[in-house]
């Protein structure tokens, strides 16, 4: 259990560290944005019994690397985006999409149903997570800057007042 | 003077892979830094700004031809659009900068291609693939990625470029698989094509829909599904061809 953990750990660093350099992210950064991939795979991972995840893991992980990326947002002041969408490259369905034309080209159509429902269903997850968390995220930001707002003209009218 | 200043740093944002929402932000922080009323509209394919100034109305629109993914530049536009709002630098030097953050190239291509090849490691890995596919892998993956290289210095179509891609990685796999023993195709196609994953595509898409922009995040959206439907009309081609030719 320990050694194939820590062999999908590595694993999913490295892909999401690979994106990070095609993309461009900048080299302070990489290292964490290895780091959410590989939390966001293997989280969900421990919950299951094989290393495809499931679509309720896929939303779990999606879930964990948008979090993730949020908070290391705020902590190294740079957009979020640099964060999750590296993060993500470890949940997507590869297998399954691959499926889906393998059976198209083979015309086994029933097949390529299955499959290609099951990418979709993960694909949504992937982006219903995300969605979910940064739409918490940014509620929390929106009161938080309306109550900043609110004091700053408080103190002005007092101000004014003196 | 101010509003093309800002409307540079909105292109930039733009052009290199950042919500719409946040250019629109961007360029308002960037004008009311220096007094100025301004209104913003911006959709992934091009760019207006009005300014209100004393001698009444100026507007900028911007068409947008060429996209790319480079977040280094969207984060070091941002933080610069932060710097603004603090200091309010003189305006020649915030164009300097932006020279500088267009000009700025800062990974090689060494290991830009490299970054191909240990994804496509990676992923043929973690996708159950032995250390034989995943050597190949990285082989094709680099390879895939000197191809990427090549196609992005002149402006070609961004679809035809996604179809020989998905085409070429499987013709590649294919061949590699030939020539090394003992490895998975399948494993090694997925593995190259987890490179194509429109990832920034689909994050800015659903991150605009939230913030309102509909036209934008269904853009972006609409975008990913193209990216994904050329990837695959691309590998189911190259997939019956291969098996026409009868080397399966």
Same mark, same amino acid.
């Given at each position: ?57 896929t939303f779990?992980?999606a879930l964990?690397v948008g979090?993730?990326s949020e ?8 957009p979020a985006t640099?964060?999750s969408v590296?993060g993500i490259?470890?949940l997507v ?30 694909a949504f997850a992937i982006a219903f997570g995300i969605m979910l968390v940064s739409s918490i995220f940014r ?24 | ?5 800002? =409307? ?5 944002? &733009?052009?290199?892979g950042d919500e719409t929402y946040r ?21 992934p ?23 790319? =993914?480079? &977040?280094?530049? =969207? ?43 240990? &994804? ?22 680099? =390879? ?53 994953v429109p990832g920034v595509a689909l994050i800015n898409g659903v991150r605009d829909l939230l913030n309102g922009d509909y036209v934008s995040g269904l853009t972006k959206l609409g975008e990913a599904l ?23």
């Amino acid at each position: 259990m320990i050694p194939l953990l820590l062999k999908y750990f590595i694993l999913s660093f490295l892909g999401s560290f690979a994106p990070s350099m095609i993309m461009n992210i900048e080299k302070r950064l990489l290292l964490w944005t290895g780091l959410g991939g590989a939390l966001g795979y293997c989280i969900p991972y421990l919950f299951g019994t094989s290393a495809s995840l499931s679509a309720s893991q896929t939303f779990a992980g999606a879930l964990i690397v948008g979090i993730y990326s949020e908070l290391m947002a705020k902590y190294h002041e740079t957009p979020a985006t640099a964060f999750s969408v590296p993060g993500i490259f470890p949940l997507v369905p590869g297998i399954a999409a691959y499926q889906t034309v393998q059976s198209i080209v083979e015309n086994r159509i029933q097949d390529a149903v299955f499959y290609g429902i099951n990418t979709v269903v993960k694909a949504f997850a992937i982006a219903f997570g995300i969605m979910l968390v940064s739409s918490i995220f940014r509620t929390v930001r929106n009161k938080k800057n309306a109550r900043n707002f609110r004091l700053k003209e408080r103190t002005i009218n007092e101000d004014n007042r003196n | 003077m101010v509003l093309e200043m800002a =409307v540079r740093a909105g292109l930039i944002l &733009l052009r290199f892979g950042d919500e719409t929402y946040r250019v629109e932000e961007t360029i308002n922080r960037i004008c009311s830094s220096y007094g100025l009323k301004c209104e913003s509209f911006a959709i992934p394919t091009g760019l207006i700004v009005s300014v209100y100034g004393e001698k009444g109305i100026t507007t900028i629109c911007k068409r947008i031809q060429t996209r790319t =993914v480079d &977040l280094q530049k =969207v984060a070091r536009v941002n933080a610069l659009s932060r710097q603004i709002e603090k200091t309010k630098p003189d305006i020649k030097e915030v164009i300097t900068e932006l020279d500088n953050i267009e000009k700025s190239r800062p990974y090689s291509q060494v290991s830009t291609v490299l970054g191909y090849g240990l &994804l496509s490691f990676a992923f043929s890995m973690l996708f159950g693939g032995n250390g034989h596919d995943a050597v190949s892998a990285f082989l094709a993956g680099a =390879v895939l990625g000197v191809l990427q290289l090549s196609f992005s210095k002149d402006n070609s179509f961004p679809f035809i470029e996604y179809f020989i891609h998905s085409f070429s990685a499987v013709i590649l796999c294919s061949v590699f698989s030939l020539i090394f023993r003992n490895t998975n195709v399948y494993i090694m196609i997925i593995g190259v094509l987890a490179n194509f994953v429109p990832g920034v595509a689909l994050i800015n898409g659903v991150r605009d829909l939230l913030n309102g922009d509909y036209v934008s995040g269904l853009t972006k959206l609409g975008e990913a599904l193209m990216v994904l439907t050329v990837l695959s009309a691309g590998t189911g081609i190259a997939l019956s061809l291969w098996r026409f030719g009868g080397l399966s």
